[in-house]
């Protein structure tokens, strides 16, 4: 501490170690947050994809569906893992409400179901189970349901894109649903863009006599769900096909992983900068203590001790800094929602808008291995960048020195 506190011939190298204690803090902390809020970013897509849509898919090679699908899904359902099996009915539609249109996804589902769904269901209160259940009502998201102006009890006109064919031709079906609930999934392209409906309602619709477009497996543990695929490919029927999860979002989970690994390299690069300014200071530090160095040395101390001194004084600056930067930046994914809420409310602006970043709000996942990782760099980088400074010191020879004094 003695050595790098600032003296009236030395400030300008102490302003240079506060400096690079600076950047190796805000390095780390912004390594740490940064890394968090992406891993919490894809935890809460990842959890919330797999809440709404199947780890496994079974569909029909052929365009005529997928018959007999209650003993299909008997027949699979005992698999290890296999916690249900649900019939679906997919298709596009335009939604209008009083000169208002919005494109949608129809799932047409059996009641029952929803509960597999966690996301949704736990959206929903009973009144809009019973509603769904009872009543044909129509589940909309949240946002699709502001766009339109509509409320539970209204009614939407739904115009499917495949024609029904009659007499005159394909005549697009057109047909008017109650709403019987509101769900709020907190992912956006959910709640914009998707509706449930009755299996039978769905069936009469899109004009398909008991055939389901596919069938959607959930597993206890999605992520070794390809293992099953062995076992159910000796229980399908030869014209089906299946999808993972993982296949199915490949190119938006591959996207992911490059984002993470890219963002990880540059900000690595503001650790590696504030290293450098070790270095820097280090060696202003060792030229301005010739005179120091020379007199320990001609008192007996030895190369190993004058190494170890100034190996310490750059190494603490990386300890310190790595020391601070890591609980700040734990200290901030702790509190992120309520410090981004307190910048939008100063600013006036949105930094987190669900229609871009899907998610309705911040989230952030501290993984300890991660932040062991960034310490373990930090600290390699500040060390690796004190032994050139502390190397040189201990090479200063004190008859050269003191022989100008």
Not at 349 to 376: C, D, G, R
Request: glycine letters at 8%; one cysteine or more; proline letters at 2%.
């Amino acid at each position: 501490m003695r050595y790098i506190r600032a003296r009236r011939t030395e400030g300008f190298i102490s302003v240079i170690a506060w400096f690079s204690l600076t950047g190796i803090t805000l390095g780390v902390a912004t390594l740490i947050i940064v890394m968090s809020v992406m891993n919490g970013f894809r935890a809460e897509l990842i959890g919330r994809i797999l809440g709404l849509n199947g780890h496994l898919a079974v569909y029909a090679t052929e365009g005529k569906g997928l018959q007999d699908f209650d003993n299909v899904a008997l027949t699979i359902s005992d698999l290890p893992t296999i916690i249900a099996v649900t019939p679906q009915i997919e298709g596009q539609v335009m939604v209008s409400h009083k000169g208002r249109n919005n494109g949608a996804v129809v799932r047409g589902v059996r009641w029952s179901d929803l509960a597999a769904r966690k996301p949704l269901w736990s959206s929903l209160s009973e009144d809009d189970i019973a509603r769904f259940r009872d009543e044909g009502g129509i589940l909309i998201g949240k946002t699709m349901a502001r766009r339109l102006g509509v409320s539970v009890g209204d009614t939407l006109t739904l115009l499917s894109s495949k024609g029904r064919a009659t007499a005159l031709g394909s005549v697009p079906v057109r047909q008017k649903f109650k709403i019987g609930g509101v769900f709020d999934v907190g992912m956006h392209e959910y709640d914009a863009n998707f509706l449930f409906m009755n299996l039978e309602q769905s069936q009469n619709f899109f004009d398909l006599d008991q055939v389901v477009t596919g069938l959607e497996l959930y597993s206890s543990d999605p992520y070794i769900i390809n293992q099953l695929r062995p076992a159910l490919e000796k229980r399908l029927p030869t014209n089906t096909r299946l999808y993972d999860w993982q296949t199915r979002n490949a190119s938006f989970l591959n996207a992911l992983a490059v984002e993470r690994n890219v963002m990880f390299l540059i900000l690595t690069l503001i650790i590696l900068v504030a290293a450098f300014n070790i270095i820097s200071s280090m060696i202003m530090l060792v030229r301005s203590k010739h005179a120091d160095i020379a007199v320990l040395r001609a008192m007996g101390a030895g190369r190993a001790s004058i190494m170890r001194i100034f190996f310490m004084t750059g190494a603490s600056i990386g300890f310190i800094g790595t020391l601070v930067g890591t609980i700040l930046g734990v200290v901030f994914c702790w509190q992120i929602d309520n410090i981004k809420s307190l910048i939008e409310g100063l600013s006036g602006a949105e930094l987190f808008s669900a229609e871009i970043y899907y998610l309705s709000q911040l989230p952030a996942k501290i993984e300890a291995t991660e932040v062991v990782m960034v310490i373990a760099m930090a600290l390699l980088l500040s060390f690796m960048a004190s032994i050139y400074p502390a190397w040189r010191a201990s090479r200063i020879a004190p008859a050269e020195v003191l022989r100008y004094e």
